[in-house]
């Protein structure tokens, strides 16, 4: 069984920065495509992030030079380093593998 189990979340002002963390047990984690998605509510859930096995990225236009994602495949983790946040960054942030397997969510909120 996969888990993940995200964090890092919280409350920042704009223009601040953030790092996410998740972190999976239960599979051979350098095999695989791991990525980003958030919600916010209304909104259906939207890539954020992914990076492949071997490291190739995609990012959301909307976060391209201020959002970075990355892996550390000794630690099975996967990162998203997040600066200049903008009050539309806001939004419960998940944690996938293949789209298959999500985390529980950490909450992600920008606002002065």
């Known amino acids: 069984q996969v888990q993940l189990v995200e964090s890092g979340g919280g409350l920042v002002q704009p223009g601040g920065s953030l790092r996410l963390t998740c972190t999976a047990s239960?599979?051979?984690?350098?095999?695989?495509?791991m990525g980003w998605y958030r919600q916010t509510p209304g909104k259906q859930r939207e890539l954020v992030a992914q990076?492949?096995?071997?490291?190739?990225?995609t990012y959301a236009d909307s976060v391209k030079g201020r959002f970075t994602i990355s892996r550390d495949n000794t630690k099975n983790t996967v990162y998203l380093q997040m600066k200049s946040l903008k009050f539309d960054d806001t939004g419960v942030y998940y944690c996938?593998?293949?789209?298959?397997?999500w985390g529980q969510g950490t909450q992600v909120t920008v606002s002065s």
């Open positions: 990076i492949t096995y071997d490291g190739t990225t």
């Open positions: 239960g599979s051979v984690f350098a095999m695989y495509t």
């Open positions: 996938t593998q293949r789209l298959r397997y």
